[in-house]
């Protein structure tokens, strides 16, 4: 694989308890072209979260390193990595993080990069393809589960990030909403994003171009690349 589109390694971060220290991942590298779709599978307390969170430069490694499309995201500053993150990134959180006081459309618009336009066309695109058109004026508490995980989908990729890490995407929803989310994705995929997907289940794996296990967050074997039928290019909203 040449010139990745992420590109991690030696990554290492302890968790601190009372009684000492416990693994959160371990020495943990990861190549990820351009157009993959990566699915990491483990148990719960596999390290799966802290590993998203390290690739998304939200948590500091306490050694290894990170770049994503080249740039080393911890020789920046906070400020610039915020920055970075904000345009380059997208993120799907298993507990969705919505914000209580904004309706549907207005919670798509804030995953919306600082000095990006705000005229909505994207957002309504992402709402109406998600299935949320008769839903845009409401507030998350009024959403189900599954709407809000749609909301949250949109939200990510309102700014078409060339990367997306999702946390568990599908870990609350029933499988008409978890086949959508999934079948989504992996329409961004195909448009030419780029998908890191955590889980601990096995639904994504037929979307996946990389396979890897974690185990007491450490790689349980040799990366698997998985046959990929043929598709055609799928464009976005």
């Known amino acids: 694989m040449t010139s990745p589109l992420l590109e991690a390694s030696d990554l290492t971060r302890n968790h601190a308890t009372r009684p000492g220290a416990v693994a959160g991942v371990v020495g943990l590298s990861l190549r990820v ?9 483990g148990p719960s307390g596999s390290g799966k979260s ?4 390290l690739l998304g430069a939200l948590l500091r490694p ?47 618009l804030a995953g919306l990069p600082p000095g990006a336009s705000r ?9 109406e393809a998600l299935g949320l058109s008769d ?44 086949s959508r989310v999934l079948d989504h994705l992996d329409r961004y995929r195909r448009s030419g994003g780029t998908v890191v997907l955590v889980t601990h289940g096995s639904e994504a794996d037929r979307f996946a171009t990389q396979r890897l296990h974690l185990e007491a967050g450490r790689w349980a074997g040799p990366p698997f690349f998985p046959p990929i039928p043929p598709s055609t290019p799928s464009s976005l909203p």
């Open 33 to 41: 072209g351009r157009g993959e779709f990566v699915v990491i599978g």
């Open 50 to 53: 802290t590993l998203l969170l």
């Open 62 to 108: 306490q050694s290894g390193t990170l770049r994503i499309g080249g740039v080393d995201l911890h020789a920046l500053d906070a400020a610039g990595r915020s920055l970075f993150r904000a345009r380059q990134v997208g993120f799907v959180f298993q507990m969705f993080h919505l914000l209580p006081y904004l309706g549907v459309r207005d919670n798509v």
């Open 119 to 127: 005229s909505g066309t994207e957002a309504d695109g992402w709402i």
């Open 135 to 178: 839903r845009r004026d409401a507030a998350p508490a009024t959403l189900s589960v599954g709407e809000r995980q749609r909301v949250a989908l949109a939200r990510a990729l309102v700014k078409r990030p060339p990367l997306l890490l999702a946390d568990e995407p599908t870990g609350n929803l029933d499988p008409d909403n978890t």
